[in-house]
């Protein structure tokens, strides 16, 4: 078996690489204090140590601000189909086993709604005032679910379409014409 070198990027470093990527230099742990509730200081002191750690409430804060990166920073994995993916500021090589690329349009969408609804259900943020408000969001997870699952199965479609024409292609079979043994013809 040929060994690869291959490195996980540690935790500290792919936190980091989300905040990098989706805060701006200046003001950057003031927001961070005001979004996740962790003190500033808190943020600076663990930002200057090179390889120290993150907390578990940093960890918890970071995947309910960006839930489309949550699963990459907790294990160093994408799961692309399903939205889960990583900052696109950082190199291809910071993932596997995939691109990293979401294949799910509306992932992001959805995974934010889910925390969206989240917080106020346990009254985190503004709760709900009434039950129109509740049958509201309820109706718009459900279209958001649908859309990522549509998509989803598109882009299943089409990957296989396109699997299955490589897979002709190296069989030296020409895949645009119809096999005769196909049942397609191209008189119908």
């Not at 489309?68 to 993932?95: M, Q, R, V």
């Not at 296989?160 to 030296?172: P, T």
């Amino acid at each position: 078996m040929k060994k690869f070198l291959f490195e996980v990027m540690p935790i500290h470093a792919r936190l980091k690489g989300i905040i990098v990527a989706e805060t701006d230099e200046a003001g950057r742990f003031g927001w961070l204090q005001k979004k996740s509730g962790i003190s500033r200081n808190t943020w600076q002191t663990w930002w200057d140590k090179d390889d120290a750690p993150p907390s578990g409430k940093m960890i918890e804060a970071a995947g309910r601000l960006w839930p489309h990166y949550a699963f990459w920073l907790a294990t160093g994995i994408t799961d692309s189909e399903y939205g889960h993916t990583f900052p696109k500021t950082l190199p291809n090589s910071t993932t596997w086993p995939e691109d990293g690329v979401a294949r799910a349009a509306s992932a992001k969408e959805y995974l934010a709604h889910c925390v969206m609804m989240q917080d106020k259900m346990a009254g985190t943020s503004s709760a709900y005032d009434n039950q129109k408000e509740w049958e509201r969001d309820w109706e718009r997870l459900d279209a958001l679910s649908w859309d990522r699952e549509i998509s989803i199965y598109s882009n299943r479609v089409i990957f296989e379409s396109y699997e299955n024409r490589i897979r002709a292609q190296s069989a030296k079979v020409n895949p645009w014409m119809p096999d005769e043994g196909d049942g397609i013809h191209p008189d119908s």
